[in-house]
């Protein structure tokens, strides 16, 4: 059974930047391509990004070139490195298995972008 730990959110002002990091636990992590969601509040959980298990990378138009996807295989984690950021990127954000989310969710990292 494998287990996700989000980490590394946090609120910051608009235009900053945020870290975020996704360890994942009790199964083959480097075989398996990974994704970063996000719920904002009253929305549904939509795809940010995703990254193969040969690091290819691709990303939701509304983060792309701003946002940034990495993997650790070796540590078994994820990353999320997050530019000028905006205040429509306030959620909640998680990690999971690409294109099927098929690990339990992890409790998610807080993201509030606000001045």
């Known amino acids: 059974q494998v287990q996700l730990v989000e980490s590394g959110g946090g609120l910051v002002q608009p235009g900053g930047s945020l870290r975020l990091s996704c360890a994942a636990s009790?199964?083959?992590?480097?075989?398996?391509?990974m994704g970063w969601y996000r719920q904002a509040p009253g929305k549904q959980r939509e795809w940010v990004a995703t990254i193969t298990s040969g690091g290819s990378a691709n990303y939701a138009d509304s983060v792309k070139g701003r946002f940034t996807i990495s993997r650790d295989n070796a540590k078994n984690t994820v990353y999320l490195q997050m530019n000028s950021l905006k205040p429509e990127d306030t959620a909640v954000y998680y990690c999971?298995?690409?294109?099927?989310?098929?690990?339990?969710w992890g409790q998610g990292t807080q993201v509030t972008v606000s001045s």
């Open positions: 999971n298995r690409y294109p099927t989310p098929r690990y339990a």
């Open positions: 009790g199964g083959i992590f480097s075989i398996n391509a």
